[in-house]
């Protein structure tokens, strides 16, 4: 399954999709390792609040993301648990030089930084624009707001919006 294939009904393939756009989004956080990273509000923890967030289906029964600079750029780890059960491990180190990112399924996405506490992205399947991000830090740097929408030219007749809330571990 690509993470951008809407075609998918397979029980949980929406949730597999949204939570790997996260980890494609946040992987290229732009600001350099070597810059002050503790300065940096995205590095950390980050657990999903099930309760704050919207889905399209049946939300995962747990997702954490963990985000740390390396001397080449930043590394997210994320492990979820789906709805049936299943986990997923999803590991990304990537660098932010204005390019795209390569993802699983051979899609990309692509990082624009707004503010030191906004950013957005947007996610290409075959050059096609598939998804846009926004992802929002508060600035007590305590909650992150993940918003995913999903045009509907992305095989879907009409467009979609999850959003994931997220609080620092």
């Not at 503010?115 to 991000?133: C, D, F, P, T, W």
Request: aromatic share 8%; charged share 20%.
């Amino acid at each position: 399954m690509h993470a951008c294939d809407s075609s998918d009904r397979r029980p949980g393939a929406w949730a597999v999709k949204a939570l790997l756009s996260v980890a494609a989004a946040l992987a290229p956080w732009p600001y350099g390792a070597l810059a002050q990273p503790a300065a940096d509000p995205i590095f950390g923890t980050w657990t999903l609040d099930i309760q704050k967030s919207r889905f399209l289906g049946p939300p995962p029964k747990s997702n954490t993301l963990t985000i740390e600079p390396t001397t080449t750029g930043y590394r997210l780890t994320q492990q979820t648990e789906l709805p049936d059960g299943r986990r997923i491990k999803h590991v990304s180190t990537c660098n932010f030089h204005g390019q795209s990112c390569s993802v699983e399924g051979g899609d990309s996405f692509s990082t624009l930084r707004v503010s030191a506490y906004v950013i957005r992205g947007k996610m290409l399947h075959a050059s096609k624009i598939v998804e846009y991000q926004t992802s929002r830090i508060s600035p007590d740097r305590h909650t992150m707001t993940v918003t995913t929408e999903i045009p509907a030219n992305a095989g879907s007749k009409q467009s979609s919006r999850t959003v994931m809330v997220f609080h620092r571990k």
